[in-house]
């Protein structure tokens, strides 16, 4: 079945630590996007690629970097320089139809 | 910069009756609207979508949503609620510009038997 898959579900990060989050769909989509979700504060941009190689900044890309070196792949690196990476990190892609498909989302922690 | 607004952070409704979750966008040109359920630690689910034409759509799980141009609103109904109804729902708005769609902040919606 074709779909996104994010990994791990659950990490633990110390304060200082870099943490990648991996993204991967087998839905042959050129889009994809992060998007980090917070209680109360719905879905917030961080970064999307419209096609391999390719990626701009969302609403909230401090701290963060990505990639896009496969048209399956985008990971996402929360980096030390952002001050409360504590959330629910979620990957989407779309064949330009507007229509995000999601993965189940991966859940990082600050310790 | 387009934007979506869910007035209602939590609504409880009893099993069976009816439903309807508000959404109102700000966007210049005509939108694209979705309304997504989310389930505890899960990802989103597309319920249902409106890009043109009839201002009526049908979704999954018996949802609908109307499109209303003059007050920039597209509320979900649901004529009969079921348990299983009880989630986070989330408006979102789309443009063909930025491929990126902008979320409302969630209504959570409860479900007493």
Redesign the interface.
């Known amino acids: 079945d074709g779909g996104?898959t994010q990994s791990p579900k659950y990490l633990f990060r110390k304060e200082g630590q870099n943490v990648t989050l991996s993204c991967e769909q087998n839905l042959n989509h050129d889009?994809m996007?992060w998007?980090r979700q917070d209680p109360?504060?719905?879905?917030?941009?961080i970064y999307?690629s419209?096609i391999v190689n390719d990626f701009q900044k969302?609403d909230i890309a401090e701290g963060y970097s990505v990639s896009r070196e496969k048209k399956e792949s985008f990971p996402l690196t929360v980096t030390s320089a952002q001050k409360n990476p504590t959330a629910?990190y979620?990957c989407?892609s779309?064949q330009?139809t507007?229509?995000?498909?999601?993965?189940?989302?991966s859940?990082l922690t600050v310790l | 910069a387009q934007s979506?607004t869910?007035p209602d952070?939590h609504i409880t409704v009893s099993e069976g009756a009816s439903l309807e979750l508000r959404c109102n966008y700000s966007y210049g040109a005509t939108p694209?609207l979705?309304w997504?359920v989310q389930s505890p630690?899960?990802?989103?689910?597309?319920l249902l979508?409106y890009?043109s034409g009839d201002t009526l759509v049908q979704g999954i799980k018996g949802f609908e949503a109307e499109f209303k141009r003059s007050q920039s609103s597209f509320n979900l109904r649901k004529p009969s609620v079921h348990w299983s109804d009880a989630a986070e729902y989330?408006c979102?708005v789309?443009s063909?510009g930025r491929?990126?769609?902008?979320?409302?902040?969630?209504t959570r919606l409860q479900v007493q038997p």
């Not at chain 2, 990126?100 to 902040?105: I, P, Y």
Request: proline letters at 0%; zero cysteines.
């Open positions: 996104i889009a996007y998007y109360g504060q719905g879905l917030r941009l999307y419209q969302g629910f979620l989407a779309t330009n507007g229509e995000l498909f999601f993965g189940e989302g859940r | 979506v869910q952070i694209y979705f997504y630690g899960q990802g989103l689910q597309l979508k890009f989330f979102a789309g063909t491929r990126a769609l902008t979320f409302g902040s969630g």
